[in-house]
């Protein structure tokens, strides 16, 4: 991306909308904005790439998706959004993924057959045992992690399927992490669920397409660039700038000053080209940036306790070591989740199953092997080298390569990726989501970050479809917050198949049909997980 330096500052400059952040939701909201004809400015941190934890990594012409990016969604707009942006470069994928224990490789979703097979009868029989223990005697009430999993599949299955590489995402014990986090990926999905859709899945389609009675998480495809999901949105970003929007890459903001009297922002922010501070003056704020880090930014300050709320939110980080070696075929999934609790990689990519386009030369192939840690562990603060042997060695002994294979590498990092479900987390949103509300009104918070909620790419998207919408009409119609609050996992169904706005998740037609009831009664059912 090119860089703006910011020479046509001279006095302070009016804009109508200043977005924070040049991921998926970002964009797409400064995007949405300047076809309409509303002035627009971005300002990304990143010197290098737009697109977020959505960026295309690359690297002596290999290109590397961070965290992997299914390009799928209920809703017609986001559908309608990615092929109005890359149209033709978007290939339809088979999904493909699978789960390692014990020196095999299980289906993921579970197929029923195969599961039992390779677990061995003695291992089934206990399985299915616990299982129904979990339905005749649940574990009430419903709190942590554990407590769902174990519920819907007994603690046995939790304990082969989920418990390892749960515990190596969140660095943190199952019983530790909230019941929300288990509620919005996996909802639907049960032990029984699971044997239905493997013995009747073919049985599920009306004859129109329709799959609504597939659970959760179980689409069989997707669409995706062909070079990655960077391409996406370094398209975006240059549409974007050609309808007269203007993106900063390597900005940093320093100060967010809020005049209550006329409703405006000033923006201080200063950026790698220059170094100098540069100041905007917006009528509207749009952040994806971390509300940890937000707060401290805001002028005047926001009370202590919300100020606490921030800095008690947590994020987890994590890096890949990309590996490049010989094709040999040896696994053709998107990726694979790796429940062994002794190696410390959490999932393995293979890129040239996204895309061949991915890997530049047809005979070789690249890994990435992701490993889930925090800022300034000993993980993260690792030497680059040592994490390269690390990952050799690692894939060698999961019989994926041989080590003497391996031709090159490299170690991408990547801060605040996921935002942390535990237990204090929702009273902590709460808190600081009461607060910015009623004093910036004209400050919106969209995307995973800015929201701390773990949203999908779509989810993010739509937060900030809902926010232009609620900038153009000049009042805030749509809750974004309610993107996403059911808890409801996205996968399943017919992509675009909701038309409406109220097609992604709980979003409401407008603020005022989400009645004070019904956010009274969601809001005791998720303090009651929380």
């Not at 994928?93 to 003695?122: D, H, Q, W």
């Not at 200063?270 to 100098?276: C, D, R, Y």
């Amino acid at each position: 991306m090119s860089v703006d330096n910011g020479a046509e500052f001279g006095a302070e400059k009016k804009v109508e909308t200043v977005v924070i952040g040049a991921g998926p939701a970002g964009l797409t909201a400064a995007y949405l904005l300047a076809k309409k004809g509303r002035s627009v400015w971005v300002l990304e941190a990143d010197s290098k790439y737009v697109g977020g934890i959505s960026k295309t990594a690359r690297y002596k012409d290999f290109l590397f998706d961070i965290g992997g990016h299914r390009f799928f969604s209920k809703s017609q707009q986001v559908e309608d959004f990615w092929t109005e942006i890359l149209g033709k470069d978007l290939l339809h994928r088979p999904r493909s993924s699978r789960i390692y224990y014990k020196n095999k490789l299980f289906a993921y979703p579970l197929n029923a057959t195969e599961a039992l097979r390779k677990l061995g009868l003695v291992e089934s029989l206990l399985c299915i045992l616990s299982y129904f223990r979990a339905k005749l005697l649940p574990i009430r009430p419903v709190v942590s992690f554990r407590d769902w999993v174990t519920n819907q599949f007994g603690r046995r299955l939790f304990r082969i399927f989920f418990e390892t590489y749960t515990e190596k995402v969140w660095g943190m014990r199952c019983e530790e992490i909230s019941a929300d986090w288990a509620a919005q990926r996996i909802r639907g999905l049960s032990l029984g669920a699971a044997i239905r859709n493997a013995f009747f899945k073919t049985k599920s389609r009306n004859p129109s397409g329709d799959r609504s009675g597939i659970v959760k998480t179980l689409i069989d495809s997707f669409r995706y660039p062909r070079q990655g999901p960077g391409m996406m949105w370094e398209e975006c970003a240059r549409r974007t700038q050609s309808l007269g929007a203007k993106i900063l890459m390597g900005a940093r903001v320093n100060r967010l000053e809020y005049q209550e009297a006329s409703r405006t922002w000033t923006i201080y922010f200063q950026t790698q080209a220059n170094g100098k501070e540069e100041s905007l003056i917006a009528d509207h704020l749009i952040s994806s940036a971390p509300i940890s880090e937000l707060g401290q930014f805001l002028k005047p300050q926001i009370s202590l306790k919300t100020y606490e709320a921030t800095q008690t939110l947590r994020y987890r980080d994590f890096l890949i070591a990309v590996l490049i070696l010989k094709d040999r075929q040896l696994f053709p999934d998107n990726w694979i989740y790796i429940h062994d609790p002794h190696v410390k990689v959490g999932r393995i990519q293979n890129f040239k199953s996204w895309s061949a386009e991915m890997v530049p030369d047809p005979t070789l192939c690249s890994y990435g092997l992701e490993y889930f840690c925090s800022e300034g562990d000993e993980l993260w603060d690792r030497p680059d080298i040592q994490l390269l042997e690390m990952a050799k060695t690692e894939l060698e002994k999961l019989s994926l390569a041989q080590a003497a294979e391996i031709l090159d590498g490299c170690i991408v990092r990547q801060k605040k990726a996921y935002p942390v479900y535990d237990k204090n987390y929702f009273t902590c949103v709460q808190v600081i989501k009461s607060e910015l509300q009623a004093r910036f009104p004209s400050l919106h918070l969209v995307g995973r970050n800015g929201l701390h909620r773990y949203n999908n790419q779509d989810h993010s998207m739509m937060t900030a479809m809902l926010t232009v919408e609620n900038i153009l009409k000049g009042e805030k119609v749509y809750d974004v917050w309610m993107v996403n609050e059911d808890a409801e996992y996205h996968e399943d169904g017919k992509a675009g198949e909701n038309s409406q706005w109220i097609g992604l998740r709980s979003v409401p037609k407008s603020v005022a049909d989400f009645t004070s009831e019904n956010r009274v009664a969601a809001d005791l059912r998720r303090s009651n997980k929380a």
